[in-house]
């Protein structure tokens, strides 16, 4: 082998270690890759990709300020939860979570506004019976129904796969605004709760697959997911054309964070036909 060839060999395998050591060891760099390829993968089979609509929602470059993850990620729970409520329903979950500061979200940072917080939307289609509309009977909205998908998600999806072993999602007092114009539709429930649950905060101990997305736990000194009161805010409405109901969605411990979001990135969601 010429001189030539080996220094280009050499060039390649040392950009390749690079690229290897940035994957490995720069977290949001790593979070953006793999999530944006899990979640193209995850569309195929979401509800929206069955009944040929989008439910666009803005990411965390829609605004200058470093707050939310970059883009919204999209996750397949329909076997999931499906196994937890004995139904046959379709779940697919849009979400964001805090900007990364340093190798962690700011999901985990107590001293960081958005800690705690996500927003995105469900989309729900109850697959035993069509027209049946998850959530709803008649035109009548169903708090129960609605409430478990969000308290399956933070609980089991999000804390439960960080590593929390008894996890609390609790309703402490609620209200209900019936028929609100929203995202370009009327008809919507609007629901505002505050929520005892746990924070993700913890101590490292073993790599969880969550990481991958979140980052590392950031160093804590109080005991691990301990509990924390957050404010909620959904709206719901089912859309018989798509024969799904659709749930929109923020949380954070904020008054101001729930309405600073529903401002400028819920209230810009589009649902649109493909």
Same mark, same amino acid.
């Given at each position: 082998m010429n001189k030539r060839k080996t220094k280009?060999?050499?060039?390649?395998?040392?950009?390749?270690?690079?690229?290897?050591?940035?994957?490995?060891?720069?977290?949001?760099?790593?979070?953006?890759? $793999?999530?944006?390829?899990?979640?193209?993968?995850?569309?195929?089979?979401?509800?929206?990709?069955?009944?040929?609509?989008?439910?666009?929602?803005? &990411? &965390?470059?829609?605004?200058?300020?470093?707050?939310?993850?970059?883009? $919204?990620?999209?996750?397949?729970?329909?076997?999931?939860?499906?196994?937890?409520?004995?139904?046959?329903?379709?779940?697919?979950?849009?979400?964001?979570? &805090?900007?990364?500061?340093?190798?962690?979200?700011?999901?985990?940072?107590?001293?960081?506004?958005?800690? &705690?917080?996500?927003y995105g939307a469900y989309v729900v289609k109850n697959n035993e019976a069509p027209n049946k509309p998850y959530g709803f009977r008649g035109s009548s909205f169903v708090y129960d129904e609605i409430m478990k998908v969000a308290s399956y998600d933070y609980q089991h999806i999000v804390i439960g796969d960080l590593g929390c072993v008894n996890p609390v999602f609790e309703v402490l007092s609620y209200d209900i605004i019936d028929d609100v114009s929203y995202a370009g539709f009327d008809g919507w429930t609007l629901i505002n709760a505050d929520i005892k649950t746990n924070a993700a905060s913890h101590t490292y101990d073993s790599h969880k697959t969550a990481y991958i997305q979140y980052g590392k736990p950031m160093d804590n000194d109080k005991p691990d997911f301990f509990e924390i009161a957050l404010k909620g805010r959904m709206y719901a409405r089912y859309f018989p054309q798509y024969d799904a109901t659709i749930v929109i969605y923020v949380m954070g411990t904020t008054d101001n964070l729930v309405d600073t979001c529903d401002r400028d990135f819920l209230s810009h969601i589009q649902i649109t036909d493909k």
């Open positions: 280009r060999l050499i060039a390649i395998v040392v950009i390749m270690l690079l690229l290897f050591a940035i994957f490995i060891f720069y977290y949001p760099l790593r979070s953006y890759i $793999v999530m944006h390829f899990y979640s193209k993968h995850n569309e195929k089979t979401s509800v929206m990709q069955q009944k040929q609509f989008d439910v666009d929602i803005p &990411g &965390g470059t829609f605004t200058k300020t470093k707050d939310w993850y970059p883009f $919204v990620n999209i996750f397949d729970a329909s076997s999931r939860f499906s196994n937890y409520i004995k139904q046959d329903v379709t779940l697919t979950v849009l979400y964001n979570f &805090g900007a990364f500061k340093g190798a962690s979200s700011s999901l985990y940072d107590e001293a960081s506004p958005y800690f &705690g917080a996500f």
